[in-house]
């Protein structure tokens, strides 16, 4: 990798990667298509704005992505991670317009940059996979569950996927503990490449179905 991290890919997300959090059990799947994503939205949540990353954020991104705690746990971030290496991600981040899947999580009252998420195409073609990261000094406040619910429900409400993927490290409780929360299931054991330890490490692929989804949103609809 040279400095400029002008070949290097971005610094997302989970796998291949390949973001309101409060689904309707009405909405109705698109029809056939199993992943036609070509316009992603700008995505609510209760504290959240899910959004295109843009260069304003390019600082506060190369600030909390230069951690190896971050890096170590992603396929795709460098380390350590400098502010090329931002600016490249938001390039390349921007070059589908809002087509291709990658939100910077920011706090809607104050505008503030917290990390970034991402639902993309699956490797086999068959499925979405989400991935997500936030900055250190945010963890333990539910913005990444937050992102990672207002993520599935787009994936299952604007396509007709039946599955919506995950992969973490099997030494990476914290973002188990956002798949469970979310209702992911463990389904299989694999390798993981992770290009800042370049390395390939043990990992554990989870996986939330349609059904389990509905059953969840209708169920959150139906609490007192
Ligand atoms: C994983 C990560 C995204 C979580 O972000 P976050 O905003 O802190 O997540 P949340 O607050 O929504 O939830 C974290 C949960 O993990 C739990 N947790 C944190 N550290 C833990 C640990 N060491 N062991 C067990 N649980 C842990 C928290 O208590 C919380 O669960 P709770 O709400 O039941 O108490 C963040 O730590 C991160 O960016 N890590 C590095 C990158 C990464 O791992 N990305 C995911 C790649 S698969």
């Not at 298509?33 to 209760?46: Q, R």
């Not at 992603?74 to 589908?96: E, I, N, S, T």
């Not at 054991?189 to 059904?211: I, P, Y």
Request: glycine fraction near 8%; proline fraction near 8%; charged fraction near 20%.
């Amino acid at each position: 990798m040279d400095s400029s991290g002008s070949n290097r890919p971005p610094p997302e997300l989970v796998d291949q990667l390949p973001p309101d959090g409060h689904a309707s059990h009405s909405a109705k799947p698109a029809p056939a298509d199993p992943v036609p994503l070509h316009d992603y939205p700008v995505l609510s949540t209760e504290r959240l704005t899910l959004r295109t990353p843009r260069n304003a954020d390019i600082d506060a991104i190369s600030i909390l992505a230069n951690d190896p705690a971050i890096a170590f746990m992603l396929p795709h971030m460098p380390h350590p991670y400098g502010r090329a290496d931002a600016a490249d991600f938001v390039r390349k981040a921007c070059q589908g317009g809002n087509g291709n899947g990658i939100y910077a999580i920011t706090d809607t009252a104050t505008g503030r940059f917290l990390g970034c998420c991402a639902l993309r195409p699956g490797s086999t073609g068959s499925a979405l996979e989400i991935g997500y990261w936030v900055g250190r000094p945010y963890w333990g406040r539910g913005y990444a569950t937050e992102a990672v619910h207002a993520l599935i429900d787009l994936g299952f409400r604007a396509t007709s996927v039946d599955h919506v993927d995950a992969s973490c490290r099997v030494t990476n409780p914290a973002s188990r503990r956002v798949l469970q929360k979310s209702g992911f299931q463990f389904h299989g054991s694999e390798m993981l490449a992770v290009m800042a330890l370049n390395a390939t490490v043990a990992g554990d692929h989870f996986r939330l179905d349609r059904k389990t989804w509905l059953s969840l949103t209708t169920w959150r609809t139906q609490q007192p």
